[in-house]
């Protein structure tokens, strides 16, 4: 071989080791893309600057804001543990991948947020704060909360009349505590992280659960009177509750004027979902609607108390515990309907609808007890008729 073929041989190989050599530096970072998260070694810890080697992908850099953000975490590290981070940039004016730590964990994070959402596992955490409408509780540096309604029988607040800062001062009690929850609902585009407590019973209330079914009869202490029914604990560590609706076959509006807290009680089991148990005091009592099916019919007079007043009409109670409405188109406007009957008084109706088996009752209004009774529609069309009268003179 000649000297001018050997010297172009040799710039021919200098030149291309040299392309590939830049080829090489320029791959791997072609795999990667800003917002990625990647796995890096700590090299060095220069001030508020960290050095991670990231492999094939060089050197990454975690410095400026990025640092200040991250300074409780990064300040424990030391040379050889691995981190992970997210790219910010994939190169910088030094030639580094700039990198965010905070910014990773929450990936991380949300992530695993999202896995604990579709598996449905429960988790134990510490409550760290709360307010009057229930609980925050943190997960990986993530802010999350915990309803007051999807807490379980066990910790709800039982507070008589609803009162919010008394309900207030009872979830504050279990603020440091560690509970077991379930991720409900979660959007990390709007930072939403929503707990439940609910259907995270442990194996020891699962048997106990067992024990019981639908339709048994139970009796207990009632330990909570609430706006919404009763909390009744029927053996340790086991409490079922008892809707408003299902206290009593007649209206309840406040169920501490009928129960409070200690009182025997019993009652029957109408569902079971998970550790929740649904009673049913009403249950065990007569149906009013059954035993005095055959005792009214359409047209017959009878004799009720007022127990409300409502946009819709008046809300009637009959002697033998059924009740229905009156209508407000009995009384023409809710106006009248007020100047005409009080809550708590008696006053005459007629049955205009008996249908026991849909437990519907309506009744047209025929004036107060003791006095004789009146057709207060007829009055009604009158007062138009003679409305009508004077526009027709006035014009």
Same mark, same amino acid.
């Given at each position: ?160 009349? &609803? @009162? /919010?800062? %008394? ?11 560690? #509970? !077991? $929850?379930?991720? *409900? ?76 807290? &200690? @009182? /025997?009680? %019993? ?11 649904? #009673? !049913? $005091?009403?249950? *065990? ?111």
């Amino acid at each position: 071989m000649n000297t001018v073929t050997h010297d172009k041989a040799l710039e021919f190989g200098n030149n291309a080791s040299s392309i590939m050599e830049e080829l090489l530096k320029l791959r791997p970072k072609t795999f990667l893309k800003e917002g990625d998260i990647i796995n890096g070694v700590v090299l060095e810890k220069d001030g508020a600057r960290v050095y991670l080697d990231l492999g094939i992908f060089g050197t990454g850099i975690i410095y400026g804001k990025e640092y200040q953000n991250a300074r409780d975490l990064l300040k424990g590290l030391k040379e050889g543990d691995t981190v992970s981070a997210k790219i910010v940039d994939l190169e910088n004016e030094d030639g580094l991948v700039e990198l965010s730590v905070k910014e990773a964990g929450a990936e991380i994070a949300w992530k695993d947020i999202r896995e604990l959402k579709e598996s449905g596992d429960a988790i134990d955490l510490r409550i760290s704060d709360s307010n009057k409408g229930g609980l925050v509780i943190e997960f990986k540096g993530i802010k999350g909360f915990l309803p007051a309604s999807q807490l379980n029988s066990t910790h709800y607040p039982r507070v008589e009349g &609803g @009162d /919010k800062d %008394k309900i207030s001062d009872e979830l504050k009690k279990l603020v440091g505590q560690v #509970l !077991s $929850v379930t991720i *409900l609902d979660t959007d990390s585009k709007s930072n939403k992280l929503i707990f439940t407590e609910k259907g995270t019973e442990s194996e020891e209330i699962k048997k106990t659960i067992e024990k019981y079914k639908i339709g048994d009869t139970v009796e207990g202490e009632i330990t909570g009177v609430v706006e919404f029914g009763i909390f009744i604990k029927i053996e340790d560590n086991l409490e079922g509750l008892a809707h408003i609706s299902e206290l009593d076959w007649a209206l309840v509006e406040n169920p501490s004027q009928l129960f409070k807290i &200690g @009182d /025997k009680i %019993k009652a029957k089991i109408i569902a079971i979902e998970g550790d929740k148990i649904s #009673l !049913s $005091v009403k249950a *065990l009592k007569p149906d009013p609607w059954e035993i005095n099916k055959e005792k009214y019919k359409k047209g017959d007079i009878v004799t009720g108390k007022v127990l409300r007043l409502n946009k819709f009409g008046t809300l009637v109670l009959l002697d033998t515990g059924i009740y229905g409405l009156a209508h407000i188109s009995e009384f023409g406007t809710e106006k009248k309907m007020r100047e005409t009957v009080e809550s708590g008084k008696l006053y005459i109706f007629q049955i205009a609808v008996f249908q026991p088996e849909n437990r519907k009752l309506s009744l047209s209004f025929l004036g107060k007890e003791g006095e004789a009774p009146r057709n207060l529609k007829t009055e009604i069309e009158e007062s138009k008729e003679e409305k009508k009268t004077e526009e027709e003179q006035s014009a």
